[in-house]
């Protein structure tokens, strides 16, 4: 899977809209974006994937420019429950069958 | 579906001993993977299978560690010894026909004493 970064930690409060931003320069043609959330105490969790432009479901939006050297999840209106660690993969479909995460982010949202 | 299974939740061993995690996963899947998360080494691949079969067990820590699965809705991973290196928690994961999207288990933390 290509390399990818994305802040360590992100604050916020509740209510507010969070971006986090994942940096892949090296993307390559067939490589998608994929994003999982993971709650303290739990296992990671799928929440979103894309290739191009704009994708949006019931949890969150992932908005992909053209050039797709980066993606950008966004949580509207974000509450306490969405405190968690966000991982951002990038690769092939298949690529996605042996997961490689890496640090991800931390979002810690408050009161 | 109750999604995947994991047990024990939480195990407690002093070094030396064998330790043995259990996963069932989501009917359906094919494809089942174990990982371990620690503080400092993050989320790791320990080992896949496609279809009962082991594909890639390059991330297993050494000869210590093995996994099986001998059927489609069971599978193990034995430590033998433990070692207080060992703790962390394991999760397993299964997944079905979507490559990108796989399913957590709820994760067994391992304490070795």
């Known amino acids: 899977l290509a390399k990818t970064t994305q802040p360590i930690s992100m604050d916020s409060y509740e209510g507010q809209e969070v971006n986090i931003t994942c940096s892949h320069n090296?993307?390559?043609?067939?490589?998608?974006i994929t994003w999982y959330q993971q709650f303290p105490s739990q296992g990671p969790r799928f929440i979103i994937q894309?290739?191009?432009t704009k994708v949006t479901n019931e949890v969150a939006s992932l908005f992909i420019p053209a050039d797709r050297k980066s993606s950008t999840l966004s949580l509207p209106r974000v509450s306490l429950s969405d405190t968690a660690v966000y991982y951002c993969?990038?690769?092939?479909?298949?690529?996605?069958?042996?997961?490689?995460f890496g640090t991800g982010t931390r979002l810690l949202v408050s009161p | 579906d109750a999604g995947v299974i994991q047990s024990p939740r939480h195990e407690v061993t002093e070094m030396g001993q064998e330790v043995t995690l259990r996963c069932k996963p989501i009917?359906?899947?094919?494809?089942l993977f174990w990982y371990r998360q620690t503080m400092m080494r993050g989320l790791e691949l320990l080992i896949y299978?496609?279809?009962?079969?082991?594909?890639?067990d390059s991330g297993m820590p050494e000869d210590r560690f093995s996994a099986k699965m001998p059927n489609a809705s069971f599978s193990t991973l034995k430590i033998q010894p433990s070692e207080p290196r060992d703790s962390a928690v394991y999760f397993c994961?299964?997944?079905?026909?979507?490559?990108?999207?796989?399913?957590f288990g709820p994760g067994t933390r391992l304490t070795v004493t």
């Open positions: 994961a299964s997944r079905g026909d979507r490559y990108y999207e796989q399913y």
């Open positions: 993969l990038v690769g092939p479909q298949r690529g996605f069958q042996k997961l490689v």
């Open positions: 090296n993307i390559a043609t067939n490589d998608y």
């Open positions: 894309g290739y191009k």
């Open positions: 009917s359906g899947h094919n494809s």
């Open positions: 299978f496609n279809n009962n079969v082991p594909i890639d």
